[in-house]
């Protein structure tokens, strides 16, 4: 199990490599990216913070509990913090398996998961300003040509 929290660029194929295993006949990976836009606002940048440590020992849990909930054999979960700009990763998710049903069941669960329960946090800079974001879904109030602060 590799968890990790870190202010530098997520070495995604790095972290896909080493996960393989002989056992492994699947391996699932999510790579959540910077897009640019949101419901029609062009996104400029996002700033990621965190209160670290308790991120970190979130992450972990987590991590660990997907391994039994799932019977996976092994996962990777990363995530960036710091100013990220359109095509960057912020996060990455990487599940092995005997079977890719199991890793790709266990790669959603632990990409809502992370969201709905790690603190960390993210602010959008658009054009015409910036916001807080929420997890999945996307804030109702945030709508193109608005400017929003919370």
């Known amino acids: 199990m590799y968890v990790e929290i870190t202010k ?15 056992p492994d006949g699947a391996v699932c ?8 836009n949101t419901r029609g606002r062009t996104t400029l940048f996002l700033d990621y913070e965190a209160y670290e ?15 039994t909930k799932f019977g996976v054999r092994d996962v990777a979960l990363v995530h960036r913090l710091g100013r990220l700009h ?12 005997a079977h890719r049903g199991a890793a790709f069941d266990a790669c959603r669960w632990l990409i809502d998961t992370l969201k709905k329960t ?3 946090w993210k602010k959008e800079y658009f054009v015409d300003g910036a916001v807080w974001a929420d997890g999945e879904p996307f804030p109702e109030e945030i709508v193109a040509g608005t400017v ?3």
Do not use: W, Y
Not at 8 to 22: E, F, L, R
Not at 86 to 97: F, H, R, T
């Open 8 to 22: 530098t660029v997520i070495d995604a194929p790095g972290i896909v490599s080493a996960i393989k295993a002989g």
């Open 29 to 36: 990976a999510f790579d959540g990216i910077v897009r640019n």
């Open 86 to 97: 359109v095509g960057e990763s912020s996060v990455l998710i990487v599940v092995a398996s």
């Open 118 to 120: 790690v603190p960390i």
């Open 53 to 67: 440590e308790m991120a970190l020992q979130q992450m972990r849990s987590i991590a660990a509990e997907v391994l």
């Open 148 to 150: 929003a602060e919370r």
